[in-house]
Each structure stands twice: as structure tokens, then as C-alpha cells.
């Protein structure tokens, strides 16, 4: 499955295009990594754990996204793009969307 | 290249979880889970208790009795005490304070700094020398078993767990810590019921019956409009099963 | 008491939500099947040959908001963490919907390209103890109608 967020493959031709596929999901980190998280605040760096989240969403959103392809008979999406917004206290939302695309 | 528009599945983006499903697991499992964190912590509360130093206590007991207007009715405090002496003799009544509060309702309260608070009301409904002995007993048993630390420490315990767990969100820390104030129902009712033997014994030791626990707890009962069933989630347990408890303590004399 | 009047929000949430949310997505799916003909791609060229002869930009937005039931819900998921389940189906809803909305504005054109997506949360935010109350996702594009032929080449 080719994934890209330019227009086109680079080195590829694109055969035919399907239309829009997006991957969304929403997790929340427990309980236990939202203390810390708190306690992160008062001395600053990274949060560790809540980038740990946003890398699972982002897994995740993108294999949603892949099925959808998959499902059209893509092999490739192109023009990737990612949004991400905190829909819920302590959780995050990741949305990818991009073109279905079948690559030769 | 070609557009051959078409539509993707579009259910992968919405678990196939019953969202109903998960509401009752998580709940049941969360309740369960605090629920016996709590038990435990209670007992841990049971063997910590009778460490707390007198000092504190006494601290804990002018932070309560801020909520209150304290009465100066020398008088009744006087004949209280009184009674007090007969019941436990001079040196152990003079560690404890008397205190009439500014309270309508019927109630006598066990104040951490051995200090016994008695409302107004239950000055002017309770005459009997033999109830206010029992009454006052009672209060010195919570003492005695330190039931009022060990509550204390309890709903402390409690609140900081729920607050920290859930965030302090309104609503769901509501229903688990109503959930969990019925546990801590359960551990007072037990608690009073034992103040009410440590209060029956003095009693008898003093006036040679136990008449004054039964009549005060008949009096309750009239004035008591609860069914047993509410009486369940009460601190205190009916008035008809102290009685009871009384009654087969006396069979057993 | 608080606790009879939280349990009746939870179910007065649970079945409106729930039959809301299944109106909503029928809707939908009717929709998307009546509107399968207009294509829609996030890129920003027209497919190969075509001239087109008018452009313009085009926009769906939606707000939709959150249930009782869904909000504890995801309170409790929000303790123990992983997939908080009930918003899914909330954003999905709304990101369907902004779509059809923004292809129902452009009823008469050929072609819909350089899809673009916001997502945002809106009411409540400032209290934002409680957590979000609502979803808004605006999707806008330009939308082309093409000279002559229109299934493309």
C-alpha cells in the first residue's frame, strides 16, 4: 500500500482514482498517566505518555484509512493529510484522510 | 489516469463495541474495584486509629465544632456531668467537656477531643436521668472503639480516591461516591450498635437496670417514621433492632 | 437522590442519543447513495483531459452534539484509557454529514477537488472540566464543472 502525502507517487503512475478515504479514531490514556501528565506540568518537557497516545491514534486512524482503500481496490492513497483535535477531557482525536489511488 | 469514483466502507470507523455494553462493564468493574479498595482501606483505618496523638484530634474538634453555635447552659452541662461522674467516676469524667449546641433536632454527637456535644433539643425532649445516662454512655463508647477517628479517616479516604479517579467531574464522582457512602453506612451501623453496648453496661453498672437505653430507645421509635427498609442506608440502625439488642443483652444477664 | 436523577439522564441520554444516532445515519447512508455519482478527491487537479469552464468554493459545516450517556462514557474510558468508543460514531457522524452537506452546495458542478477538513470542539470548552459538549468539522473544496463529458478521462 503506497502512502504518500504529495499529489502523485514519485516514480509511479497513477492508474485510476477512487475518491476520498479517512481514518478516524479517539483514545484516552488512563487515569495514571493524567496524574503524571499534571505533574509534568509544573516542571515542563515532554509528556511521554500522551505522545505514546497521539502515536497509537495515529496508527491506528491510518489503518482505518487503509481499509477503506482496501475496500475500493486501491493499493495506494495519496495526498495525505492528518488533522487532530481533543474531543474529550484527556483523549485525543486523529483524523487522516487522503485519495484512494490505484498505482501501476 | 482515470476517475472511477466509488464509495469506500465506511463502518471502519466506528467500533463494533456495543456502547451499552461497555457502560455496564466499566461501571460494575470500577464499582467493584473501589468498593474493595475501600473495605481494605478501612480496615488499614481500624489499626491506624488509635495512634492519631490527642492533639490532633483536638484540632479535628474545633474545625466540627465551628459549624455549630455552642449554648452556655451552665446549668445542664452541670447536671450532666453530673450523671457522667456517677457513670464513670471523677478522674475519667474530668477528661471529657460537656457542650449544649444550638440544634432543634434531637442529637448527641461525639466530637473528636473528648468532647460531647449534646443539641438542644435533646435537652428539652430527654428529662430522664437513666436516658441522658444511657445517651452519655453511648457517646463514651464511640470514644472508647474511636469510631469517630476511624469514620473520619474513612470518608477522607473515600473522597480522595473517587475525586483523583475521576477527575473530580461532577456527575460520575457523584454516583460512586453515593455508592460508597452506602458501604460507609454499613461500618457505622456496626460501630453504633457497639456504643450502645459499652453505653448499656455503664448503665447497668450504675442504676442496676437497663431501662434507661430501652425507654430512650422506645422514645426514638415514636418519633421515627422510617421503615426498616430506609433505616438500611441510615448511620444509625432502627430503633427497634437497638431495642432488641438490648433486650437480648438483658436476657442474657 | 442525585443518584436516581443521574441514572434517569444516563437512560433518557442512552435512548434519544441511540435513536437520534440511527435516524441520523440512515440519512446518511441514503444520501451518499444519491450523491454517488459526484466525485470527490482531496487532490487538486483534475483528472487528465478536461477543461474546466467554472470553479468555485464550495462548503458543508455541522455541530453536533453529544448525549448524556455518551459523556459518562467516555468519563469511565477516560480512567482505565484505550478507544473511547462513544465519540467515535459522534465524529463520524459529523464528518459524513459536512461532506454531504458540502456536495449538496455544489449540485450542478462536475467535479469536487482539494478537499480540505477542519475538526473542532465547541460549547462547554471553557468549562472544559466537563469535558466537550459538541463536534463542528467544516469540509470545503472547490468544485469544477468540466466542459462535455463528465464521467472523465
Not at chain 2, 108 to 130: H, K, L, Q, S
Not at chain 2, 196 to 208: E, F, I, N, Q, S
Given at each position: 500500500m503506497y502512502l504518500v502525502n504529495t499529489e502523485s507517487i514519485p516514480g509511479k503512475e497513477i492508474v485510476e482514482m477512487y475518491g476520498v478515504v479517512s481514518g478516524s479514531t479517539v483514545r484516552a490514556k488512563h487515569v495514571g498517566k493524567d496524574i503524571m501528565a499534571g505533574l509534568k506540568n509544573i516542571v515542563g518537557g515532554e509528556l511521554r505518555g500522551y505522545t505514546e497516545l497521539l502515536q497509537e491514534s495515529r496508527q491506528e486512524a491510518m489503518d482505518r484509512m487503509v481499509q477503506q482503500a482496501k475496500s475500493m481496490g486501491a493499493n495506494g492513497v495519496v495526498n495525505i493529510r492528518f488533522a487532530t483535535s481533543s474531543v474529550a477531557q484527556g483523549a485525543s482525536e486523529l483524523y487522516v484522510y487522503g485519495t484512494a489511488v490505484l498505482v501501476k | 489516469m482515470k476517475l472511477d469514483y466509488r464509495q469506500p466502507d465506511a463502518t471502519v470507523n466506528v467500533s463494533k463495541v456495543s456502547p451499552l455494553k461497555r457502560a455496564v462493564q466499566l461501571f460494575l468493574g470500577l464499582s467493584v474495584t473501589f468498593v474493595t479498595i475501600y473495605v481494605v482501606l478501612g480496615v488499614l483505618v481500624n489499626i491506624l486509629a488509635p495512634k492519631i496523638p490527642m492533639s490532633l484530634e483536638q484540632k479535628m474538634g474545633s474545625a466540627i465544632l465551628n459549624e455549630w453555635t455552642v449554648g452556655n447552659d451552665n446549668e445542664t452541662v452541670n447536671s450532666y456531668k453530673d450523671i457522667l461522674v456517677k457513670l464513670v467516676g471523677e478522674e475519667v469524667a474530668a477528661t471529657y467537656?460537656?457542650?449544649?449546641?444550638?440544634?432543634?433536632?434531637?442529637?448527641?454527637?461525639?466530637?473528636?477531643?473528648?468532647?460531647?456535644?449534646?443539641?438542644?433539643?435533646?435537652?428539652?425532649?430527654?428529662?430522664?436521668?437513666?436516658?441522658?445516662?444511657?445517651?452519655?454512655?453511648?457517646?463514651?463508647?464511640?470514644?472508647?472503639?474511636?469510631?469517630?477517628?476511624?469514620?473520619?479517616?474513612?470518608?477522607?479516604?473515600?473522597?480522595?480516591?473517587?475525586?483523583?479517579?475521576?477527575?473530580?467531574?461532577?456527575?460520575?464522582?457523584?454516583?460512586?461516591?453515593?455508592?460508597?457512602?452506602?458501604?460507609e453506612?454499613?461500618?457505622?451501623?456496626?460501630?453504633?450498635?457497639?456504643?450502645?453496648?459499652?453505653?448499656?453496661?455503664?448503665?447497668?453498672?450504675?442504676?442496676?437496670?437497663?431501662?434507661?437505653?430501652?425507654?430512650?430507645?422506645?422514645?426514638?421509635?415514636?418519633?421515627?417514621?422510617?421503615?426498616?427498609?430506609?433505616?438500611?442506608?441510615?448511620?444509625?440502625?432502627?430503633?427497634?433492632?437497638?431495642?432488641?439488642?438490648?433486650?437480648?443483652?438483658?436476657?442474657?444477664? | 437522590m442525585n443518584l436516581i436523577v443521574f441514572i434517569g439522564l444516563i437512560v433518557l441520554g442512552y435512548l434519544a442519543g441511540s435513536a437520534a444516532e440511527k435516524n441520523h445515519y440512515r440519512s446518511i447512508e441514503k444520501r451518499e447513495s444519491e450523491m454517488a455519482d459526484l466525485p470527490i478527491v482531496t487532490i487538486s487537479k483534475l483528472p487528465q483531459n478536461m477543461d474546466a469552464t467554472n470553479s468555485r468554493l464550495v462548503n458543508g459545516s455541522v455541530v453536533i452534539s453529544i448525549d448524556y450517556f455518551k459523556r459518562i462514557l467516555a468519563q469511565l474510558i477516560n480512567i482505565v484509557g484505550g478507544k473511547v468508543i462513544s465519540y467515535e460514531s459522534l465524529v463520524d457522524r459529523a464528518r459524513r454529514e459536512a461532506i454531504l452537506r458540502l456536495k449538496e452546495e455544489s449540485r450542478g458542478y462536475d467535479y469536487i477537488i482539494n478537499l480540505r477538513i477542519e475538526t473542532s470542539t465547541i460549547g462547554n470548552a471553557a468549562n472544559s472540566k466537563n469535558g466537550v459538549g459538541s463536534v463542528e468539522v467544516l469540509a470545503y473544496g472547490t468544485a469544477v464543472k468540466v466542459a462535455g463529458n463528465e464521467t472523465g478521462l
Open positions: - | 467537656t460537656i457542650m449544649i449546641l444550638e440544634e432543634a433536632e434531637l442529637n448527641a454527637f461525639a466530637i473528636p477531643g473528648n468532647i460531647v456535644g449534646v443539641t438542644t433539643g435533646f435537652v428539652e425532649e430527654i428529662t430522664d436521668e437513666e436516658m441522658i445516662a444511657f445517651a452519655l454512655g453511648h457517646e463514651l463508647g464511640h470514644f472508647e472503639n474511636r469510631d469517630h477517628i476511624k469514620s473520619y479517616g474513612r470518608l477522607f479516604v473515600l473522597y480522595t480516591m473517587v475525586n483523583t479517579l475521576t477527575g473530580s467531574d461532577g456527575s460520575l464522582a457523584t454516583a460512586f461516591l453515593d455508592l460508597l457512602s452506602k458501604t453506612t454499613k461500618f457505622s451501623q456496626v460501630d453504633e450498635l457497639r456504643a450502645d453496648v459499652y453505653g448499656a453496661a455503664l448503665l447497668y453498672d450504675t442504676y442496676g437496670s437497663y431501662d434507661g437505653g430501652i425507654d430512650f430507645f422506645n422514645y426514638l421509635s415514636e418519633d421515627y417514621d422510617g421503615s426498616h427498609i430506609v433505616s438500611y442506608f441510615e448511620s444509625h440502625p432502627h430503633p427497634e433492632k437497638r431495642v432488641q439488642r438490648l433486650m437480648d443483652m438483658t436476657e442474657l444477664e | -
